[in-house]
């Protein structure tokens, strides 16, 4: 239980701390939690389907509490925990890193993301989902932008209706066997005709489209993204969305897999439009952070058209572009965040010549460029091939759609780059990278580098986990190729 405890923990603590300390305890907590999470790492078993935290209970009207991992939830549970020591880290330098109610909030969402990823049971899984909501809308609310309301409003509507969807579709599920455990909800999908089957299928993708999000779900977030703070806007990017990908591998299309055939061109179809739509909207934008917040509509187009797919190849070629996508996402709003916070502007044409001012920034801007394009020997280059490649497969147009992003990237990443770092000069300063800045970009850029060098130890992790979903579609099809 450590693993959900101690970020609880340190949110309570963070609240009593005396302010000067509270920027060096929220990065120390956090590295405490990764360590933690490393340990768990050393010891566990990949062939082993789940490891249970003690004490798991069972309660009346089959609810339960059981938590636990196996090597795609623990894989999850390692970006949650690398993820959130980055983004304090990041922030390390700012104002906010003193603030308590801050780091508190930025802890009990890491709470609730975690045990999004540890729950084996449905209704824990909601709750743990809608946990989330709260501690980012907060963060949203008091430390992004000005009179933001009403792009909150819409988040937070959009976000709350769509997860009904998905509670009803467990509450069935769950219904017919008495139980919520995953196994058991496993079983009882396997029991549904295709018909019940694909309503059910139907809850959970509006749950998890919206938070991806899927064209045409994805209306509240680039004006979400553009008006939260620089943590905020990377706690979504990088790992809130994360919650609906693992979703749909973990519970949507196991739970429902007699009636997924009904709705896998459905998604393939939005993906492959958001793929598109989210690329050429990017291409025209002039603010840098509205720009990023586009392109990350294109690259989750391909992961959730991928997933949908349910082969061996999409499947862990999509867990290492998830891994890849929550690394470009903290890289470039994190150079947004840079230049906004130095220039008093995002508008790529207000800028220029900047990499004569900072020359290490024009450097590790470069190095996040290269890997957001998906260059070889980084992880986007492995990922998008095998998912580009799996939908080839499907159908030739879709995969042609798909391999659409590997040129577009190129387009509006390369303008955003040339514009602001090698323009007309209209700076006259511009302060160079700190410290904690230069770390932040040299660990995401070599843990994009290692991951693409050798993907397979990622891969390799998370198949076993795989199989035994697998195991458990009983009626459905089988995945591995």
Not at 183 to 204: E, P, T
Not at 337 to 348: A, H, K
Request: glycine content about 8%; aromatic content about 14%; some cysteine.
């Amino acid at each position: 239980m450590t693993l959900l405890v101690l970020p609880l923990v340190l949110a309570l603590i963070s609240f009593i701390i005396p302010e000067k300390f509270v920027r060096y305890f929220g990065l120390a907590g956090a590295l405490g939690s990764l360590a933690v999470a490393l340990g768990h790492l050393s010891y566990f078993n990949p062939e082993n389907y789940v490891s249970l935290f003690a004490p798991n209970r069972d309660f009346p009207l089959g609810l339960s509490f059981k938590m636990g991992y196996d090597g795609l939830s623990l894989t999850m549970v390692l970006l949650v925990n690398a993820i959130v020591a980055i983004i304090l880290l990041a922030n390390y330098g700012k104002e906010l890193a003193q603030n308590k109610t801050f780091t508190a909030l930025v802890f009990f969402m890491q709470m609730g993301l975690l045990g999004v990823f540890l729950a084996q049971d449905g209704i824990l899984f909601y709750i743990f989902w809608e946990v989330t909501l709260i501690p980012i809308f907060l963060i949203l609310y008091w430390f992004g932008q000005q009179n933001n309301n009403p792009v909150l409003l819409k988040f937070f509507i959009y976000t709350l209706l769509g997860s009904l969807g998905m509670l009803l579709s467990f509450i069935y599920l769950g219904s017919t066997y008495q139980s919520f455990a995953y196994d058991n909800l496993a079983v009882a999908g396997s029991f549904l005709g295709a018909k019940v089957a694909c309503w059910i299928a139907c809850g959970f993708l509006l749950a998890f489209a919206i938070k991806i999000p899927l064209f045409p779900f994805h209306t509240w977030q680039p004006a979400t993204y553009t008006s939260a703070p620089m943590a905020g806007t990377m706690l979504l990017s990088a790992l809130m969305l994360k919650m609906a990908l693992y979703g749909m591998i973990k519970w949507m299309i196991p739970l429902t897999s007699s009636g997924i055939d009904e709705i896998k061109w459905i998604v393939i179809t939005l993906g492959s439009i958001g793929i598109v739509y989210g690329a050429i909207i990017a291409i025209k934008q002039k603010d840098i952070k509205t720009l990023f917040a586009y392109a990350s509509i294109s690259h989750v187009g391909l992961i959730a058209a991928g997933i949908i797919l349910f082969t061996q190849t999409s499947l862990v070629s999509a867990i290492v572009q998830i891994i890849n996508h929550s690394i470009v996402a903290v890289g470039l709003f994190f150079a947004a965040d840079i230049i906004e916070s130095r220039t008093g502007t995002r508008n790529i044409y207000e800028l220029g010549g900047i990499a004569k001012l900072a020359p290490r920034f024009g450097f590790w801007f470069a190095a996040m460029t290269f890997v957001s394009v998906s260059v070889p020997f980084t992880a986007g280059f492995i990922g998008e091939f095998l998912l580009i490649k799996e939908l080839f497969v499907a159908h030739w147009i879709t995969g042609l759609i798909a391999s659409t992003t590997l040129v577009f990237g190129a387009v509006y990443m390369l303008r955003a780059y040339q514009v602001s770092m090698f323009g007309a000069p209209k700076m006259t300063s511009f302060e160079d990278l700190k410290w904690n800045e230069i770390l932040v970009f040299a660990l995401l850029t070599v843990a994009a580098i290692l991951i693409g060098i050798s993907p397979k130890c990622i891969m390799d992790f998370v198949k076993p986990s795989f199989e035994h979903i697998n195991e458990l579609m009983v009626g459905g099809f089988n995945f591995i190729k």
